[in-house]
Each structure stands twice: as C-alpha cells, then as structure tokens.
C-alpha cells in the first residue's frame, strides 16, 4: 500500500532536546532504546523524504513547562508532576527547543502544544490536517508507548489511516517498545512499518 503524498502527513511529535539530545533531561532514559533502532538516523531519512516528496511536514509538540504550570490542577498524573518537578520541556530552555535537525522550514505546520499524551486532545492538529486534505498520517518521534500511542490512537478514532514506524521512534525500555508495536499497536493502526518499508512507499 503506497502513501499519496498529497494526502499524507509526517507527524513528527515532541523532537526536543530533552528528548533527543545528549545532555537533554529524557536522553539517559531513551538512549539506549534510540541508539539501538539508529532513531535519529531514520528521522532524519523520513524528514528528509518527505521534504523531496512533498509531503507535508506536521510538528506535533507536548506543552513546554512554565512556572505554576499544574500548580491548580485538580487532576493532574504523578508523571506530568513529576515532568514539570523536572522542568522537562522548559519554554525558552535549550531542552525546550527542537533539536537542530528537526527545524521547522516553510511550509511545515507546528500544532498547538499537547498537554497531555495525545497531540489531538484539546489541540488543533484534527483542523490542521483537514484544512490540508490530509487523510493518512504517519507517526514518529517520542515515545512510542505514550504521546506515538495515543495521538495514532485518537486519529484512527477521527477516520484517518495511521501508520507507525517502528525504527523511528523510541522508549524508556524493551517492554515498552514491544508493547506499542507489537501487541497495542496492531489493534488500531492501519500499518506498522520499518523507515526503509515506508520510504520505499513514499518513493514509489
């Protein structure tokens, strides 16, 4: 099955340095992981195809901290306190920036922060892909158990065709990975590929 690139969209979700970067807060819990599936190799492959393919490029960010922030919340998950205790993503922090080979260009669109796990929850991306005529949208970035999971969870929720990469992004361990992959995520994405799988479709 190939992808259209005129109806595809590259989701890259949450490429901060704290995520992706040596020195960044999350790299010592996603190193290995990441090293082991040569992530940020296939980032930059599958950034840069759909760069030359014309496939639209959709930067889906997680909320960065800012002081206060879930100070008043009434329900608010001991990982997210425990993120902002951390000043994980802090807003005008190097680790709340997004690493230097996945800069916006013109052209790209940047989603409207996620709080939580979902980059469509409370979020503009559902808009944004329709005013594009976006139908397929493909999956990458951190982490593949969390924000990967439930954003493809929430589009094939809204009708679109998801398709995970499996080599593109990471995790906090082993178990996680093969969770996202291998036993949730065939229960609700359309196609799990490896990068080389997805970019012989992109190319085709």
């Keep these: 099955m190939s992808h259209d690139p005129s109806t595809t969209a590259i989701l890259l979700v949450d490429p901060y340095n704290d995520f992706l970067s040596e020195g960044g807060k999350l790299w010592p819990r996603v190193a290995a992981i990441a090293e082991k599936v040569h992530?940020?190799?296939?980032?930059?492959?599958?950034?840069?195809?759909?760069?030359i393919t014309g496939v639209q490029i959709i930067f889906v960010p997680h909320?960065?901290?800012q002081p206060g922030d879930y100070a008043d919340f009434q329900n608010a998950t001991p990982y997210q306190l425990s993120s902002a205790e951390a000043q994980v993503f802090a807003k005008g922090t190097w680790g709340g920036?997004?690493?230097d080979d996945f800069q916006t260009q013109p052209?790209?669109?940047?989603?409207?922060?996620h709080w939580g796990s979902s980059g469509f929850a409370n979020t503009?991306?559902?808009?944004?892909?329709?005013?594009?005529?976006i139908r397929r949208i493909v999956l990458i970035g951190m982490i593949a158990n969390t924000c990967i999971e439930s954003s493809a969870r929430?589009?094939?929720?809204?009708?679109?065709h998801v398709t995970l990469v499996t080599d593109a992004t990471g995790a906090f361990s082993p178990?996680?990975?093969h969770s996202a992959?291998?036993?949730?995520?065939?229960?609700?994405?359309?196609?799990?590929?490896t990068t080389d799988e997805l970019i012989n479709q992109l190319t085709a």
């Design 39 to 51: 992530l940020l190799d296939h980032l930059r492959q599958i950034v840069s195809t759909a760069r």
């Design 63 to 65: 909320h960065r901290w």
């Design 97 to 99: 920036t997004f690493h």
């Design 107 to 113: 052209g790209d669109i940047v989603a409207a922060e």
């Design 124 to 133: 503009d991306l559902d808009l944004q892909l329709k005013q594009h005529g």
């Design 154 to 160: 929430f589009g094939m929720e809204l009708g679109y």
């Design 175 to 177: 178990d996680a990975m």
């Design 181 to 193: 992959h291998a036993i949730n995520g065939p229960t609700f994405a359309h196609a799990i590929l």
